[in-house]
């Protein structure tokens, strides 16, 4: 990229990022430590700078067991060179990492925490994250927990991710009744073909409370790229079980859709997904993740993609919900 990519305030948080986060759930999983450092440099040296990952990242993996993302981003930044200083690098607790190793509660929280900033070299994490909601602790004690760290400077801000309007005001809400942290991001799963979770309550909730929105499958797991188009393109894939789920015509119109916005702008339909992403309203930087150089040299560049409201018209109407399919 020649031109380094604007900046957007994440929600009441004091930092400002670049319109898209490097999802590191590839880190230890399809991308080993030295293509992670390759890729790593490529995309804060372009003037990208938030990095998001997750305590339990990758131990979906044979022979993992969680923390492999976050180890593999701390070798990273030990390195020096300024890395910790250029990024804005968020994690997340709460997701099972073994026997008594999981949730919300206020114990936990300050145990996972020290074991995240082992791993990931550093002494503060920019932006905590809630990775799910967890009902069997009062969102008071998690917040309260989440005061000492910030207090002690081992956390800057918090954020939730997987919540639901309901979960997420009722937070917001405590936070403001009690005068404590709240959170001040949203991370939903959230693209063009992924919705009706997002779009409607919760979107108007971070929208009326200031919420910065970093939706992560931004790409549906790759779909959206179009490298998938039928069930012979899934064979040997790792995201295989997630992606053929998209395979049903209105993904398939979705991609004509995306084909046909790329051809105008001469963009792929990976940067026009993205850029998509981008220009909706309330969204801060959607998450995206890449396991080569031109791959994320590809996604970058739809940060500089503007899309008119033709073009997202023409997505919206292919990506509207199906009522009844046409059956041949």
Known sequence: MTDMPERRPLGGTPFTIAPLIFGGNVFGWTADEATSFALLDRFVDAGFNAIDTADVYSGWIEGNKGGESETIIGNWLAQGGGRRD????????????????????????????????????????????????????????????????????????I???????????????????????????????????????YEGETERLCEARGLGVIPYFGLASGFLSGKYRSEADLAGRP??????????????????????VGAELNASDAQVALAWLMARPGITAPIASATSIAQLDELMEAAALKLDAAHIARLDEAAAPVTEEVRS
């Open 86 to 157: 250029r990024i804005v690098l968020a994690t997340k607790v709460g997701m099972e990492m073994g026997p008594d190793r999981k949730g919300l509660a206020r114990g936990y929280i300050l145990r996972a925490v020290e074991d995240s900033l082992r791993r990931l070299r550093t002494d503060r994490i920019d932006l905590y994250q809630s990775h799910q909601a967890d009902d069997t602790v009062p969102i008071e004690e998690t917040l309260r927990a989440y005061e000492d760290l910030i207090q002690s400077g081992k956390v800057r801000a």
């Open 159 to 197: 954020g939730a991710s997987n919540y639901e309007a309901a979960a997420l005001a009722e937070a917001l809400d405590v936070s403001e009744g009690q005068g404590l942290p709240r959170y001040e991001a949203l991370q939903p799963w959230y693209n063009l073909y992924d919705r009706s979770d």
């Open 239 to 260: 995201r295989a079980y997630r992606v053929k789920n998209y395979l049903n015509p209105r993904g398939l119109r979705i991609l004509d859709a995306l084909d046909a």
